[in-house]
């Protein structure tokens, strides 16, 4: 039943209340506490709740000032969120892990006068920098413990907080009366969160998000997904994460659906197990570890197990995409599914705690075809969307039956696409943020005067398909000498998604055709050295080895061919390759500490080996310093050899359609 | 925020006293005529280079050895040596120097075992399975829920121990000892092995025990820096000596300690 919630509450303390009323027995939250699995109905956390807010209220929360959220995916925390939005106040959550710098700088820019917080670590990493915090006063915390000999002028428990609202609540019926006044008070046009971005592009931002249009965003994704207060979600990404406010914080208030806290970080799978829930959210990194988890559980199988899992594997390869696509598969192929689903992939699901999942999406980076294939194969209707902070999460996402690995679909509902000049993704949604907070110069940096915002990101629309592809950050994006766009990231993801190819770094920009330097995965393509008897003695050894040599040009041919399948993507096959004698390590700086390449150093450090690829050499010499793990330095120098790849033709204008 | 040594320990009444406690092993003298107390609610270390008697007194005092001279006292009651039922039933927990821990039982029943002692419910009601002895195993499941949720090891509540890397069964170990709910709690090197990480845990760990619910703690550990930091007296021993005995300060100025350390030159 698509329904505008927001026509009936703009804010989500009012949605909240809603849910009191229509979801009253539903449970609202779940929690693993002491080994046991702890439920609140949407009643009783509209009653927590208000008590909380009651007691903040007592202890000096105003309305329209900030509160800092500081820990895990806890619902005291959550609540925390719930109570200081009914009060009108502005929650601004802060990433758990963050250290006491970051945290520092996202409290004193708050201006944060309260701090609601998880546990001692938490209030000790804030006490640390408390003389760049003059504005806060008081600290509310949720765990107790180690907590006995700490001043408790400046600390109370949460506990205690909600115990005293309670206690005001029963004794003074006006107070109940000002609390529901202020509820209906609460204006969808003002702010509802302010989310802080990572800063990973420079410092971080506090991007600003208003009730109503939060309320419209989540509401229209509700619908699009067929969500219901029967829906289940565990809470296990970051609290101050972007995805899980929108996901499981408003997607839940929204809809009515039943929001899992694990019992901690580490427990975070096994009780994904034992909640099964029907909604899901994985990063493309968590999917794969789940995987190889799965793969090298089952090397140690018995032989029998082991067959029968790789042979359904194989049919799920063919059929269970297209079952789950709802396209024409022959009874064959349906039966063999339908035994592999009793005999493999139901109780992978299960182990997996995907047996519920009715809706599962991943994020955030490009996911291998290979990887991706292999969840839908098993029957999760895994899917991709794309989104940031500043649009309230969602920008694209695929709807069912339309899944494609690279791309990331189609714009949702109400949101409007615009491809800038230079490649740029322009959007402009319902949850679009009103601003950067205390911040007006980067805000109208970040819009186009017409009031689409920017994402910083590069893509283009697909063809055949009318997705949405995102190809590379819109800063990263160059321009061949013959003007068409090169987007080196696309490109490197591509190669990168071959097991035997551990870093790329693709050139172009400003130059007439695009090359690539290649690191080989020393662990995948040696033990492919030891199967084919290739005998060598050191990486340099391997990665010069002209079998290796052959190995990757096939991979860099494939490659070729599907970038020419694009129309947009044809003019930037690779040209030339090489692979790198040595492996890319952060410790020489060619990596960041993130694992992800400088492409700028890089070509710097191996000026000459950019010079030999674009003047048709077929070999060149290079020597680098390198740093050794115990910090001594040395030289490896090497003759790096070149190969010239063909051009898949470019289709001609008038067929591609 | 603790202070070492503070007020509340120095005015405390003694928990456990030996007296000119000797233990010989045929002619091998392990223990020579020490004595020394512990306070309730302190942390007390133990430390001494290798051979220097330390477990031997860790024994004596739990009642393994039984020490051929001198006193025990504990909790008042003065004897020639502590029987290990005696020990146990009077609150006194260890963990050993090297793991000794059912292998290949979960966590969860390794620190169950830990209640044996305070399970009253006889062989019949425990095969009934219901009824009194199955409220009783609730209750007590509830008291091992809550060491499980102190020491942070719910993500291998149900893991094999033999399973665990050596840090995490440490702190499996200590569940098991805290289990007990003992008053007075023996910990033979618990950071033995562990890198900076896992030995910052433990500290925290042991400080929190201390702290939450008021146990006494005994220690051996040879790491000085740890012992500093946690304990609020140290005492000293060598070659089965007493050599020092004092805050950690006064411990850490004390001529035979630094010799006993550092070696004398002859």
Known sequence: ?????????????????????????????????????????????????????????????????????????????????????????????????????????????????????EDQEQIDKIQSVLDRLPKLEQMVYDETRGLRDYDHSKLT?????????????????????????????????DPSIILYTSGTTGTSKGVVLTGERSVRAASDTVAFDKLTENDVALAYLPLAWVGDHYLNYAQGLV??????????????????????????????????????????????????????????????????????????????GRLLYWLGHI????????????????VAYTAGEAIGPDLFAFYRSIGLNLKQLYGQT??????????????????????????DIRIAENGEVLFKSPGMFSGYFKDDAKTAEAMTPDGYVMTGDAGFFDEKTGHLKIIDRAKDVGKLTDGTLFPPKYIENKLKFYPNIREVVAYGDKQGFVTVMINIDLTAVGSWAERNNVVYASYQELAGHALVYDMIETHVAETNASLAADKMMAGVQIKRFLILHKELDADDGELTRTQKVRRGFIAERYATLIKALYDGSKEADISTEVTFEDGRKGTISARVKIRDMAIAPLPALGQAA | MRVPGGADIATGGVLLAVENVSLAFG??????????????????????????????????????????????????????????????????????????????????????????????????????????AMN??????????????????QEIRRTPVGRLPYGLQKRVELGRALAME????????????????????????????????????????????????????????????????????????????????LGVAH
């Open chain 1, 255 to 332: 809809s009515g659906f039943c929001m899992a806290c694990p019992e901690s970080a580490d427990t975070a799978m096994s009780d994904l197990r034992e909640i099964g829930p029907s909604f899901y959210f994985a990063p493309p990194r968590t999917l794969e570890q789940m995987l190889t988890r799965v793969m090298i559980r089952m090397e140690d199988a018995g032989l029998l197990k082991r067959k029968m899992f790789h042979y359904f594997l194989g049919v799920a390869r063919r059929y269970g995409e297209r079952i789950l696509n709802g396209q024409s598969v022959p009874l064959v």
């Open chain 1, 157 to 189: 428990s949460m506990e205690n907080v909600i115990a005293d609202g309670r206690k005001a609540l029963a004794e003074d019926a006006a107070l109940g009366a000002w609390l529901d006044g202020e509820i209906a008070a609460t204006q969808g046009a």
């Open chain 1, 390 to 415: 500043e649009a309230f999460l969602y920008i694209t996402a695929q709807p069912d039956g339309a899944i494609y690995s690279d791309t990331v679909g189609p714009a949702c509902p109400n949101v």
């Open chain 2, 182 to 261: 003992p008053e007075l709690l023996l910990l033979d090197e618990p950071m033995a092995g562990m890198n900076l990480e896992e030995k910052e845990d433990m500290s925290r760990f042991i400080l929190d025990v201390n702290d939450h619910f008021g146990t006494t703690v005994v220690l051996i550990e040879h790491d000085m820096g740890v012992v500093m930091d946690l304990s609020d007296r140290v005492v000293v021993l060598d070659h089965g000596v007493k050599i020092a005995d004092g805050t950690p300060d006064e411990v850490k100025r004390t001529q035979a300690v630094i010799d006993a350390y």
């Open chain 1, 1 to 117: 039943m698509p329904f505008d919630a927001s026509a009936v509450a703009d804010t989500f303390p009012k949605l909240l209340m809603r849910n009191a009323q229509w979801y009253g027995t539903r449970p609202s939250m779940r929690h693993k506490d002491l080994g046991v699995w702890q439920s609140w109905t949407w009643s009783e956390v509209a009653e927590l709740v208000r008590a909380y807010a009651a007691g903040l209220h007592r202890l000096g929360v105003q309305r329209g000032e900030t509160v800092a959220i500081v820990g895990a995916n806890r619902p005291k925390l959550y609540w925390s969120v719930m109570a200081v939005q009914m009060l009108g106040a502005i929650p601004v959550p802060v990433y758990a892990d963050a250290v006491a710098e970051e945290l520092s700088f996202v409290l004193a820019h708050a201006d944060v006068r309260f701090a609601a917080v």
């Open chain 2, 27 to 132: 002619g091998v003298k392990a223990v020579t005529d020490v004595s020394f107390d512990i306070r309730k609610g302190e942390i007390r270390a133990i430390i001494g280079p290798n051979g220097a008697g330390k477990t031997s007194m860790l024994n004596i005092i739990n009642g393994f050895y039984q020490p051929q001279h001198g006193r025990i006292t504990f909790k008042g009651e003065t004897r020639s040596k502590m029987r290990p039922h005696d020990a146990a039933k009077g609150g006194i927990a260890r963990t050993f120097q090297n793991v000794a821990l059912f292998r290949g039982m979960t966590s969860l029943d390794n620190i169950m075992a830990g209640r044996t002692l305070r399970m009253n419910k006889n062989l019949f009601w425990q095969l009934l399975r219901f009824g009194p």
């Open chain 1, 343 to 358: 005999l493999v992939y139901g109780p992978l699901k299960n182990t997996l705690g995907f047996s519920r999942v009715r």
């Open chain 2, 136 to 153: 009783e195993e609730v209750e007590h499941r509830r008291r091992v829920e809550e060491i499980i949720d102190f020491l942070k090891i």
